[in-house]
């Protein structure tokens, strides 16, 4: 799981709470990113930030929200908006300066469920 | 939708035998890559091939891209009960930074 690390490993929400998942890195990279992960699935994008005080939206944005305020911290909120957010979550990070060789790495997840 | 589409969904095999897994794209890329996953836990990288390179070898694993096919295959010989995990393939297109778009992934179960 290399220098990345997600909190809580496992969280539970009630339906029409947001939550926040943290994601931290210690490998100075420029770019993070986040996942999604369902069950039997592939991962889906669902924001990304090449820089710190910026970000974009992903594949499936809808429902969630990020903020990059420190190099090192990238968190998720999972807004009440979101109607099925039960999944796996998987944050990943980049050194972002070559497209051609980057290769991500990635947390150990957050599994949240809805109650 | 996903970029990458892998074959087969689910492989079960003996220990030291080869597993084989396909992946195919559908746009032009930068780099395809190979991650794995074992249950519950992140990903792994494990290979990127670029997108001029048409064969690369990391200890067991050999990976082959066909950029005409736009596919790509993982071959991992001699198999052994930890190379039990999901294997997915992903693909970096254009100038994404890195952006990478995966496929849905084939699991992989090798029986001792």
């Known amino acids: 799981d290399g220098g990345i690390t997600q909190s809580p490993k496992y969280l539970f929400r009630k339906e029409g709470q947001n939550v926040t998942l943290s994601c931290e890195q210690n490998?100075?990279?420029?770019?993070m990113y986040w996942y999604r992960q369902d069950p039997g699935q592939g991962l889906r994008l669902i924001y990304y930030?090449?820089?710190?005080?910026?970000?974009q939206k992903g594949d499936i944005a809808e429902g969630y929200s990020v903020s990059r305020e420190k190099k090192e911290s990238f968190p998720l909120t999972v807004t009440s908006a979101q109607k099925n957010p039960t999944a796996f979550y998987l944050c990943a990070s980049t050194t972002s300066r070559n497209p051609s060789t980057d290769t991500q790495y990635f947390g150990p997840g957050t599994r949240l469920t809805v109650l | 939708s996903q970029q990458g589409e892998e074959d087969p969904q689910a492989l079960s095999i003996q220990e030291g035998e080869n597993a084989t897994m396909n992946c195919s794209y559908k746009?032009?890329?930068?780099?395809l890559q190979w991650y794995r996953q074992n249950s519950g836990r992140g990903l792994v990288h494990l290979i990127l091939?670029?997108?001029?390179?048409r064969e690369k070898h990391s200890g067991r694993l050999r990976v082959t891209l066909d950029t005409s096919k736009k596919s790509s295959s993982l071959l991992i010989t001699a198999s052994r009960a930890a190379d039990t995990a999901s294997y997915f393939c992903?693909?970096?297109?254009?100038?994404?930074?890195?952006?990478?778009?995966f496929g849905q992934g084939t699991i992989l179960t090798v029986h001792p």
């Open positions: 490998l100075n990279h420029d770019a």
């Open positions: 992903a693909t970096a297109g254009g100038t994404s930074y890195g952006k990478l778009t």
């Open positions: 746009t032009s890329i930068n780099n």
């Open positions: 930030s090449q820089i710190v005080n910026d970000f």
């Open positions: 091939i670029r997108s001029n390179e």
